[in-house]
């Protein structure tokens, strides 16, 4: 079991930026990958970014790419998503997820085995 807990959401003002932090506990060497979804209000859940625990090497949504970063310190066994250049389309409830295969794509939803509560990202303009 891995146990997944999102921090850092709030209110940011359109063009700014913000910092989430996932903390990841448990069974953490199990994890290959960790990634982070987004649900905007009326909208499905929806890959925004991934991160190989290995290598780090990341993966990102179309609509974030050059604005978000991942990042990973596996010495804390934490994983942050830097978003920049933020629009109204950014809010959303952010959410982490820990991957415990080895895949060549981590955008869909079923490739996660756990999932944190999530946390609200809002973006005024």
């Known amino acids: 079991q891995v146990q997944l807990v999102e921090s850092g959401g709030g209110l940011v003002q359109a063009g700014g930026s913000h910092r989430l932090s996932c903390a990841a506990s448990?069974?953490?060497?199990?994890?290959?990958?960790m990634g982070w979804f987004r649900r905007a209000p009326g909208k499905e859940r929806a890959f925004v970014a991934a991160?190989?625990?290995?290598?780090?090497?990341?993966y990102y949504a179309d609509s974030v790419k050059g604005r978000f970063t991942i990042s990973r310190d596996n010495a804390r066994n934490t994983v942050y998503l830097q978003m920049n250049s933020l629009t109204a389309d950014d809010t959303a409830v952010y959410y982490c997820?820990?991957?415990?295969?080895?895949?060549?794509?981590?955008?869909?939803?079923?490739?996660?085995?756990?999932w944190g509560q999530g946390t609200q990202v809002t973006v005024s303009s």
């Open positions: 997820a820990s991957s415990a295969e080895s895949y060549s794509d981590y955008s869909y939803r079923g490739r996660y085995n756990y």
């Open positions: 448990g069974r953490t060497s199990s994890s290959y990958a």
């Open positions: 991160i190989r625990r290995s290598d780090g090497r990341a």
